[in-house]
């Protein structure tokens, strides 16, 4: 496969399709939710320092893997290691990090399909999250809809589904996120939902918020899983990535503060600031919030659409991952692929779908469910324990690919360059605060 690999077709479908990665349900479904949950300000303060200095190097370098490497997360540490090592392991739990991902977002996805077509019908009354999330047949149903869709885009080749389905979906949704921003800012309250949002109360910053703020940065960016680095494997050397990193962090952060500034607007207006609502803030709190609003319905429909495509650009993006991994240890073309994933991928997520109905399951906490479960191992360990991993083999001569093979992988082509003053942060900042913030991460979690 690799003499023959797919291309995108444009320097805009590789930006688009990479922020439609990043940009999902983690912007615009929990980066709202962690915000209102951590003390809004503070935690989003954090939350763009973390992209800054950790999302930003980890994304260069995947994107650096991919792109020298020309294959998927399965075969790119195998095309770049030196002989005897075993970086290529983790290639292994980076598909299985996908696979993880996928097996609660499809879920969530499917929530984000039944509440737009609930908004669109005018049965938006009554809506409810509990009872949306415990009644099997219409998690199942939305599920198998949310599967089927994505599989069946990336069924065709990969500029004629991905990148051409990928380049509508995200231009409608920016278009449709600026009305929906400009709508919230004339609401009675939207000056204190705004101040709640973005002026930082200092004293609610603590060790949990920050490691909130890593795991979120590490999830809207879906990074440390090679989500990013089969993007990489499908562009030339034409940009640098440095400067292409940065596109797709403008986009991601853009489109995960303009939903802040849609929801809490609405929230302090209609909610009476309730904004700790955790997962279900999204559907019970809008849902009330476009209820009780002049052509609510309308508004609501526009906004779940927004949501339906923010998830299934990212949605897509994963399939993609997980697809061209198969493919490349299969063999299998994109039809078989897609159904054989498509299938696999669906039993799998009827853990979720199934989670709070029929299989009951508490891993945590009183409250906890299969969703929890599935996050907990891709954001709070696979997606940081891979980007560790990412940079350390990136930064290593005696032991990884090496400082020079980056740098001169990631600098190919014009555009923002890598620069040698930045080695120290890529090389022991990046490592070393995502071990710490790990750890601590570890030892502060509610386990029961």
Request: with cysteine; hydrophobic share 50%; net charge positive.
């Amino acid at each position: 496969m690799e003499n023959n690999r797919e291309r995108l077709g444009s320097r805009l479908g590789f930006i688009l399709l990479s922020a439609g990665c990043a940009i999902g349900c983690g912007n615009v479904w929990k980066f709202p939710w962690m915000t209102g949950q951590n003390g809004g300000g503070g935690f989003v303060l954090i939350y763009v320092i973390c992209l800054l200095i950790l999302g930003l190097p980890v994304m260069v370098m995947e994107f650096s893997l991919g792109r020298a490497s020309q294959a998927s997360p399965v075969r790119m540490y195998q095309k770049l290691e030196k002989s005897g090592q075993k970086w290529h392991i983790h290639g292994i739990f980076a598909l299985l990090g996908n696979i993880c991902l996928m097996a609660f977002y499809t879920v969530v996805t499917g929530w984000m399909i039944y509440y737009f077509i609930k908004f669109v019908s005018g049965q938006n009354t009554g809506l409810s999250f509990d009872g949306m999330i415990s009644d099997p047949n219409v998690n199942v149903i939305f599920l198998l809809v949310a599967v089927a869709l994505g599989f069946g885009i990336l069924c065709f080749n990969l500029q004629g589904g991905l990148e051409r389905v990928t380049k509508y979906m995200m231009v409608i949704l920016l278009v449709l996120m600026v009305i929906l921003a400009a709508h919230s800012a004339t609401l009675e309250k939207a000056a204190e939902g705004l101040k709640f949002y973005l002026l930082p109360e200092f004293s609610k910053i603590n060790g949990s918020v920050i490691v909130g703020a890593m795991n979120q940065a590490f999830f809207t960016l879906s990074l440390g899983i090679g989500s990013m680095a089969i993007f990489g494997s499908y562009i030339d050397k034409k940009r640098s990535l440095m400067g292409e990193s940065v596109n797709v962090i403008i986009l991601d952060t853009f489109v995960a503060l303009t939903a802040g500034f849609i929801i809490f607007p609405a929230c302090f207006t209609y909610n009476n600031g309730n904004v700790d609502a955790g997962p279900a803030l999204l559907f019970n709190t809008m849902a009330s919030v476009f209820n009780n609003m002049d052509g609510g319905r309308w508004w609501g429909s526009l906004f779940f659409l927004f949501m339906v495509f923010a998830a299934l650009s990212t949605e897509l993006a994963v399939f993609e991952t997980i697809l061209a991994s198969v493919r490349e240890l299969t063999g299998w073309n994109r039809p078989k692929g897609c159904l054989i994933c498509g299938i696999g991928l669906f039993l799998i997520s009827l853990t979720t779908a199934l989670g709070y109905s029929v299989l009951h399951f508490q891993p945590f906490a009183e409250g906890t469910a299969w969703l929890d479960l599935w996050d907990f191992v891709v954001s709070t360990n696979l997606l940081p324990l891979g980007s560790l991993v990412i940079s350390v083999f990136c930064c290593n001569k005696k032991f990884g690919w090496g400082w020079d093979n980056f740098v001169a992988e990631a600098n190919a082509g014009k555009g923002l360059k890598v620069k040698n003053w930045m080695k120290p942060v890529f090389k022991y900042v990046v490592p070393a605060a995502i071990l710490f913030i790990y750890i601590y991460g570890l030892i502060t979690f509610e386990w029961k």
